[in-house]
């Protein structure tokens, strides 16, 4: 039977090796003349999926042990890399720690989360990838080397793509566990939009704007506030009587506790619970990260593609994300508002509408989320990338036979 990615738009076109343990992974590495890892398959790259090994073999860590082990004396955790985030997160919040974000399914691999850049929401939190601490990785000749914070190479091999060895592990840092409160609103109107927008998305710890692009403007704001304090109202915006899905139709039972009763971080941080289906499962996903100071006119640019996306688009949302110094991640030295598209599941229609996005949004330095739909290539990427030269020659030195590479990486790094 093919296997394909979660959204079931990507059939996989390499032999799948379920590996038993680490001394096999290393077995398969060195002797594969291509080989790229799987984590939870929610990559929506379709066009030459970023987890495909051409001519090679996909591994798959799944029937690994799960591990988190605290240590708090350097308050991190090391845990293993295809652990769901779910999964992590209920072993820290037993033993009274917790992760400073997550992103808005739990469900994804810890690896693979942070290889892409994946992230959550707040203007003060980065992505996923700046909780990393160290990485312990299965380089080209099969050999472990471990990457930790500090060192050389360390800011060009968080987010990687997987391109410089499959992780095994990553150490990641953690606080003592905390709660959080959830408050919905719906109507913020386009015309109080850009005088309220620095405000409401400082509002709360992390925030979440959701439209169809359409009059009605901002139909849903998500407030995630740690303690137990209520956030402030935006704008013109009304309190929500019931628990809202953020997809017409959707049934709430899937997402997280609303209605501003505070409960465990891991229950409210993420928009889905753990044991549900997150979104509505036949879907494409894009998102493209635009500088902040940017924010408002690319929100008026996608206001004038409206009729265009409008037949491919089930929902948009807008988040904040900090600024970091990793070289591949969309938040590479700007803070920036991740615009976020949950597309139909028709991968011709859809990428028949991502020219017209990016036109919009990479004039504005956008840089596209490297897990999920778009179709620029290394020609309008790297310059939106300081640091991409860097990168292809850690890439050149650490992997020079191009063990871990594809046809994706060939079109996107060169």
């Not at 290393?26 to 002797?31: P, Y």
């Not at 991190?76 to 992103?103: C, E």
Request: charged share 20%; with cysteine.
């Amino acid at each position: 039977m093919a296997e394909t990615n979660w959204a079931g738009s990507h059939t996989y076109r390499s032999p799948i090796e379920r590996v038993r343990s680490v001394e096999h992974l290393q077995e398969l590495v060195a002797a594969a003349p291509r080989v790229r890892a799987l984590g939870s398959r929610h990559s929506f790259t379709d066009l030459t999926d970023i987890a495909d090994a051409d001519h090679g073999v996909l591994v798959s860590l799944v029937d690994l042990p799960t591990a988190v082990v605290v240590d708090p004396t350097t308050r991190t955790a090391r845990v293993t890399g295809h652990a769901a985030y779910g999964q992590v997160a209920t072993r820290l919040h037993a033993a009274g720690w917790a992760l400073g974000n997550l992103a808005s399914l739990p469900h994804i691999s810890v690896a693979g989360a942070v290889a892409t850049g994946t992230h959550g929401s707040g203007t003060g939190n980065g992505s996923l990838a700046t909780a990393v601490a160290s990485l312990d990785l299965i380089r080209s000749d099969g050999e472990r080397r471990t990457v930790s914070r500090g060192d050389a190479d360390f800011e060009g091999s968080v987010v990687a793509l997987g391109a410089l060895g499959i992780v095994t592990s990553v150490t990641l840092d953690v606080e003592p566990t905390y709660d959080v409160r959830q408050d919905v609103f719906t109507g913020l109107s386009w015309d109080a939009l850009p005088s309220a927008f620095d405000a409401v998305t400082s509002s709360a710890y992390s925030v979440s704007l959701f439209t169809r692009w359409g009059e009605a403007g901002i139909d849903q704001v998500w407030l995630k506030s740690r303690g137990e304090q209520a956030p402030s109202e935006p704008l013109g915006a009304v309190p929500a009587t019931t628990t809202m899905h953020m997809l017409d139709g959707a049934d709430p039972e899937s997402v997280t506790a609303q209605g501003g009763v505070p409960g465990p971080w891991l229950d409210r941080l993420p928009h889905f619970r753990m044991g549900f289906t997150p979104s509505r499962g036949e879907e494409l996903q894009s998102e493209y990260l635009v500088p902040r100071e940017h924010a408002l006119t690319a929100i008026e640019r996608l206001r004038g593609l409206r009729d265009l996306m409008a037949p491919v688009l089930q929902v948009s949302e807008l988040r904040t994300v900090a600024a970091d110094g990793l070289w591949l991640s969309g938040s590479h030295g700007h803070d920036v508002v991740a615009v976020h598209f949950t597309w139909v599941r028709d991968v011709e229609r859809v990428y028949a509408v991502l020219p017209a996005v990016e036109a919009a949004l990479l004039p504005l330095g956008a840089r596209p989320h490297w897990g999920k739909c778009f179709v620029a290539g290394v020609d309008e990427l790297e310059p939106l990338y300081p640091r991409m030269a860097d990168f292809r020659s850690l890439r050149a030195r650490v992997d020079p036979e191009r063990v871990f590479g594809n046809a994706f990486l060939d079109r996107v790094i060169g």
